[in-house]
C-alpha cells in the first residue's frame, strides 16, 4: 500500500511538471508569435502574414529563374504574378502567401504579404507603407539600374513602390500620397517601424 501510494505521488509529480513545462512553452509561444505579427500602429494594430518557407522559395525561383540574375526583370515577374492574383476585400485578418495563390484571391495586405515574401527569398530590401485604408510596398535595388521613375528616398536611399492591387502595374507606380498620410514604414520581418529622418519623392 505504502508502494502504491509512493508510486502514485511521483507520477503525479511527473504529470504536474510536464504541465507546468507546457504552459509556459504555450504561452512563450503565444508571446512570440505577438511580437512577430501585431504591431500597434497609433489606434490600430497591423497583422502580418510574411513567411519564408519552401513555398515561397520555390515560387519566386520559378517566377525569376528567366531572369538570370536581373533585378528589374525579377521585381517586375513576381509582381505581375502578385497583381494578376484577382482583388477580393478579405474581411479577416491578412493570410499568408500559400492561401493567397490557392484560393486565387486577396485584397492589399494578403497580396502585399504574398510579394514581400518572394522579394525577401530573393534577397531584396523591401517594406510595407501603411497608409490611411490601404498598404503597399517599397523594395530598393542594389545594383545601379537604370529607372525612369520616380522613387521615395528614405534617408537619401531610392525605393520604388509596388502596387499589389492594380493589375499589370509596374515598377515605381506612382505615389499618390502625401508623406502626411504615411502612417508608418514598416519592415514585417523584424515587425518594427522603419525609422528615418527624410523623406523625399523625386527622380
Do not use: W
Not at 504561452?27 to 494594430?45: P, W
Not at 513576381?78 to 494578376?84: A, E, S, Y
Request: glycine share 2%; hydrophobic share 40%.
Amino acid at each position: 500500500m505504502l508502494f502504491q501510494n509512493k508510486l502514485f505521488h511521483n507520477i503525479s509529480l511527473i504529470v504536474s511538471v510536464i504541465f507546468i513545462i507546457t504552459l509556459f512553452y504555450m504561452i512563450y509561444k503565444s508571446f512570440f508569435i505577438v511580437d512577430r505579427q501585431f504591431l500597434d500602429i497609433d489606434d490600430k494594430t497591423y497583422v502580418n502574414q510574411v513567411k519564408i518557407d519552401d513555398f515561397t522559395h520555390s515560387l519566386a525561383n520559378k517566377l525569376t529563374l528567366h531572369c538570370k540574375n536581373n533585378q528589374l526583370c525579377e521585381v517586375q515577374s513576381m509582381l505581375d504574378f502578385t497583381t494578376n492574383i484577382p482583388y477580393k476585400v478579405n474581411e479577416s485578418i491578412a493570410r499568408s502567401a500559400r492561401k493567397v495563390v490557392s484560393q486565387n484571391y486577396g485584397d492589399c495586405d494578403d497580396k502585399s504579404n504574398l510579394l514581400i515574401s518572394l522579394l525577401h527569398v530573393k534577397g531584396y530590401e523591401a517594406y510595407f507603407v501603411l497608409v490611411p485604408k490601404h498598404i503597399f510596398v517599397i523594395v530598393h535595388f542594389d545594383t545601379n539600374q537604370t529607372i525612369n521613375k520616380k522613387a521615395l528616398y528614405i534617408d537619401g536611399k531610392p525605393f520604388y513602390k509596388l502596387e499589389t492591387t492594380a493589375t499589370n502595374s509596374k515598377i515605381g507606380f506612382p505615389l499618390r500620397y502625401s508623406f502626411e498620410q504615411i502612417e508608418a514604414i514598416v519592415d514585417p520581418f523584424k515587425n518594427k517601424k522603419v525609422k528615418y529622418k527624410s523623406l523625399e519623392y523625386k527622380f
